[in-house]
């Protein structure tokens, strides 16, 4: 770790009003939640295609719905780490702070954090298939899988975006608004093949705000970066916050 990067990056923050930040699994690895991509990633020992379309709920709901029920128990068990605390911390400092997420375990918010856009959902809301209304629900293990809607007896289904489906367009639309506002952009923890929300970076970039990425390898999102600082976010964002001395 480069520590007049981390200065660097300090100084270009102190300076800014308007911020917003990208996170991906990466910032919750620190917290024993398994990325997607990496060598022991998720999509590395089960098919998306069994576990997160429309059509394998379809095809074999109470499989799905195991799948989300580990995934809740294991994200349930682990803590937010240093890297989602600093976060929380810098949206009581900055005057704008948006965060942005891909992840779906919640993390962020039991850090602390208010200010939210869950771009893929949340594995703690629940949206009924036939109503379409979204309850939370923090009981883990869930009971009798599928789990059935209390209102009209149909299936509740994970709230969150599989693939194949489209994002929420409020959401998407609040993020690009942010992201075209900001001044400074901090990337971290995403390996940016996901699209939308690998663009939001650029968008970000090409309407002039600085971009920072977090990420102990590089990414496509690395040559478009202002800065890089290849590392752990658990690390370098307290550092960072150590620099600022708010
Ligand atoms: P990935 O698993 O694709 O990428 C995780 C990134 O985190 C990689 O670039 C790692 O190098 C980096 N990383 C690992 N440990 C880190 C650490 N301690 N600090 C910082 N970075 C670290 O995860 P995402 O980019 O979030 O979508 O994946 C995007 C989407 O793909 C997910 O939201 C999910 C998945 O399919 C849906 O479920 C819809």
């Not at 771009?119 to 309850?135: A, P, S, Y």
């Not at 975006?161 to 639309?173: A, C, K, R, T």
């Not at 705000?209 to 690395?222: H, M, Q, W, Y």
């Amino acid at each position: 770790m480069n520590l007049e990067e981390i200065k660097q990056a300090a100084e270009i923050l102190r300076n800014a009003k308007r911020i917003a930040v990208l996170t991906g699994a990466g910032i919750s690895a620190e917290s024993g939640v398994p990325t997607f991509r990496g060598k022991d990633g998720l999509w590395r020992q089960f098919r998306a295609e069994d576990l997160a379309t429309p059509e394998a709920f379809s095809r074999d709901p109470k499989l799905v719905w195991e799948w989300y029920n580990w995934r809740r128990g294991l994200v349930g068990k682990v803590e937010p780490n240093p890297a989602h605390q600093t976060l929380a911390k810098w949206e009581t400092v900055f005057p704008e702070f948006a965060l942005i997420t891909q992840n779906v375990d919640g993390l962020h918010a039991r850090a602390g954090s208010k200010n939210i856009l869950e771009l893929h959902g949340n594995v703690w809301k629940l949206r009924c298939t036939k109503e379409d209304t979204v309850t939370e629900n923090y009981a883990s293990p869930l009971g009798d899988l599928p789990p059935l809607c209390p209102s009209c007896g149909e299936m509740l289904r994970p709230h969150v975006v599989w693939f194949g489906e489209s994002l929420d367009p409020n959401i998407l639309h609040r993020a690009f608004s942010l992201c075209s506002l900001c001044e400074v952009m901090l990337v971290i923890g995403t390996s940016a093949f996901v699209q939308p929300a690998s663009s939001l970076p650029l968008y970000a970039s090409d309407a002039g705000a600085k971009i920072i990425e977090i990420n102990p390898d590089p990414t496509p999102l690395t040559s478009y970066a202002n800065l890089s600082l290849q590392g752990k976010a658990g690390e370098i964002l307290p550092l960072i916050d150590q620099f600022m001395s708010f």
